[in-house]
């Protein structure tokens, strides 16, 4: 059963602390993204790669990290640097590379509270 | 940069009635897409359309992808309340050999039964 899983759903953590969220997936695919969304609003692109080992900044990297081991995790972290850090925040992958297509295809979301 | 407008912001529509949809922008696509958002869930790929001129019909989804490849139509065929959710468009243009993914900012659609 193929897709892409992001966990936990929700997740609550106090001001100042760092906090990883977690994607995987088992699609085979080349690149992996990572998107911010606030109510209401669209999606803002954070990070993404698009092979492993390499990452590239979007346009809301602040206060944010990533890294890419293996192909089918691309874990983000908040840092206590990111000013704003309760959003919902949607992971996706897209074949990229291997087929040449870049249909991106998400995850179901986590929720980040940070009190 | 690319940038694409996409309206309504949102719609409130009865039960029953089509409802349609659009994006547009200045520069040109060479592929679209359109996604569905419930809340509180990640978005789902409805249609992708690749050829100017396209059609594509996905249930009671109907897309098209512009003559000029700047715009593209959604439209839903006798809607239920389950069709609410937030619609986005997303265009892909090719920068070199990499394909470069742009969304707009959604359609919030309301359905009253």
């Known amino acids: 059963d193929g897709g892409i899983t992001q966990s936990p759903k929700y997740l609550f953590r106090k001001e100042g602390q760092n906090v990883t969220l977690s994607c995987e997936q088992n699609l085979n695919h080349d690149a992996m993204y990572w998107y911010r969304q606030d109510p209401g609003q669209g999606l803002r692109l954070i990070y993404y790669s698009q092979i492993v080992n390499d990452f590239q900044k979007g346009d809301i990297a602040e206060g944010y990290s990533v890294s890419r081991e293996k192909k089918e995790s691309f874990p983000l972290t908040v840092t206590s640097a990111q000013k704003n850090p309760t959003a919902f925040y949607l992971c996706?992958?897209?074949?990229?590379?291997?087929?040449?297509?870049?249909?991106?295809?998400f995850g179901p979301g986590t929720r980040l509270t940070v009190l | 940069g690319q940038q694409l407008n996409q309206s309504p912001q949102s719609m409130f529509i009865q039960e029953g009635e089509d409802v349609s949809m659009n994006c547009t922008s200045s520069?040109?696509?060479?592929?679209w897409l359109w996604y569905k958002q419930e809340p509180g869930e990640g978005p789902v790929l409805l249609i992708a359309?690749?050829?100017?001129?396209e059609l594509t019909s996905n249930g009671r989804l109907t897309a098209q992808f512009g003559i000029t490849r700047k715009d593209s139509f959604l439209n839903i065929s006798a809607s239920i309340p389950s069709d609410v959710g937030i619609y986005f468009c997303?265009?892909?243009?090719?920068?070199?050999?990499?394909?470069?993914?742009?969304f707009g900012k959604g359609t919030k659609l309301s359905v009253k039964p």
């Open positions: 997303a265009g892909i243009y090719y920068g070199g050999s990499q394909g470069n993914l742009i």
């Open positions: 520069s040109i696509f060479n592929t």
């Open positions: 359309l690749y050829k100017a001129g």
């Open positions: 996706a992958s897209s074949p990229h590379g291997t087929s040449g297509t870049d249909e991106q295809f």
